[in-house]
């Protein structure tokens, strides 16, 4: 289910790669008709860069590379205060076309939900992998296979003192901990691990029922990356997850 939900918005995203690619160079095609005009070469010649950059965005887009996103936004936002700055006063329907599909362009491409899925889609083949800690097994048994269908490799622990083990043996790109753990408690694993210069720079989550400022601020000072309350919404688990994974809060292992 997660797994369709996911394709269908890669596909979403594609086609309009796919159409914004075909506008932006057909956009670059008629500012060439109008450079083979006398007295409009040099005007000309900058929407003919502009756009020919804007359709190699779009192709971009359509793999799913980030850089061509960010590529759309720049741009995008440079034609949108061109526009408003030049045009706009004249009330000219042609670039107030334009100037509204440079906002439709910047509120969809800037929208955190496709961020994700661009860096999802550009690191998918990192192949990473998730440290799952809860001693209560219905909650392995729920979440484990909601990440396995995201992709990512998924060890378990049933305890802190596993959770040690596993971490200095495989060196996962991310530990969701639980806080309250038979024994060692999610936030001792916590400073231990970032104590511990093999695994200090694993991002760690905590997975907890208690959400106050004060047990926010305690697991801040173990050292935690993040936080994910119980009972745990689907949603904000993939967007944490994606979001910690893709900011270059996990590091390469070594």
């Not at 192709?59 to 205060?81: D, F, Y």
């Not at 999802?120 to 979440?143: C, G, M």
Request: charged fraction near 20%.
């Amino acid at each position: 289910m997660v797994g369709e939900f996911k394709k269908n918005k890669m596909l979403s995203v594609k086609v309009i790669g796919v159409g914004l690619a075909i506008f932006y160079a057909v956009s670059c095609l008629i500012f060439l008709q109008y450079f083979q005009v006398p007295g409009f070469e040099q005007q000309t010649s900058y929407y003919i860069f502009l756009f020919g950059l804007l359709a190699i965005g779009s192709v971009a887009v359509i793999g799913l590379r980030e850089w061509g996103r960010k590529l759309l936004v720049l741009l995008n936002a440079i034609m949108l205060l061109f526009i408003a700055a030049h045009y706009i006063p004249r009330i000219d329907l042609v670039p107030l076309g334009y100037l509204l599909l440079n906002i439709i362009v910047l509120l969809y491409f800037t929208q955190v939900k496709i961020k994700l899925q661009f860096c999802a889609a550009e690191h998918a083949s990192w192949n990473k992998s998730i440290l799952l800690v809860d001693d209560d097994e219905s909650i392995i048994k729920t979440l484990r296979p909601v990440l396995l269908a995201r992709g990512y490799a998924v060890l378990t622990a049933g305890s802190g003192e596993e959770c040690l083990q596993i971490a200095q043996k495989q060196m996962p790109d991310l530990i969701i901990l639980d806080v309250i753990l038979p024994g060692m408690k999610g936030r001792d694993v916590c400073r231990r691990l970032k104590q511990d210069p093999e695994t200090q720079k694993i991002p760690v989550v905590f997975l907890t029922a208690k959400d106050s400022p004060e047990d926010l601020q305690a697991e801040k000072d173990a050292g935690s990356d993040g936080h994910i309350t119980k009972p745990v919404d689907i949603k904000a688990l993939i967007e944490t997850v994606q979001n910690i994974l893709c900011s270059g809060a996990a590091k390469k292992k070594r």
